[in-house]
């Protein structure tokens, strides 16, 4: 069993920064794609950025390309998501997601772990 706690969501006005961090407990160390996805009110869940555990370039869904980063820290079982430039459109909620699998992608069905949201609104 996989914990994920997301923190660090807030409101910013546009062309702010925030940072996200998910903190992983339990079985980690099957933990390959981890990733995280939004979901705006009335819409589908996305996905955000995700990445392989193991190392490679991590994927980045073509609205945010440039303007956000995710990042891990093995060592502390935590995983980040830098955002900047942020736009009115990046309003959501933030969920950090994981699963035992090889092969990542930005597909909500291909993650099993999921936290319970960190908010992020951005003003214009």
């Known amino acids: 069993q996989v914990h994920l706690v997301e923190s660090g969501g807030g409101s910013v006005q546009a062309g702010g920064s925030l940072r996200l961090s998910c903190s992983a407990s339990?079985?980690?160390?099957?933990?390959?794609?981890m990733g995280w996805f939004r979901q705006a009110p009335g819409k589908e869940r996305e996905g955000v950025a995700v990445?392989?555990?193991?190392?490679?370039?991590?994927l980045y869904a073509d609205s945010v390309i440039g303007r956000f980063t995710i990042s891990q820290d093995n060592a502390k079982n935590t995983l980040y998501l830098q955002m900047n430039s942020l736009k009115p459109e990046d309003t959501a909620m933030y969920y950090c997601?994981?699963?035992?699998?090889?092969?990542?992608?930005?597909?909500?069905?291909?993650?099993?772990?999921w936290g319970q949201g960190t908010q992020v609104t951005v003003s214009s």
């Open positions: 339990g079985n980690t160390d099957r933990n390959n794609c």
């Open positions: 997601a994981a699963d035992h699998r090889f092969w990542c992608s930005l597909r909500m069905d291909d993650y099993y772990y």
């Open positions: 990445l392989y555990t193991g190392g490679g370039d991590p």
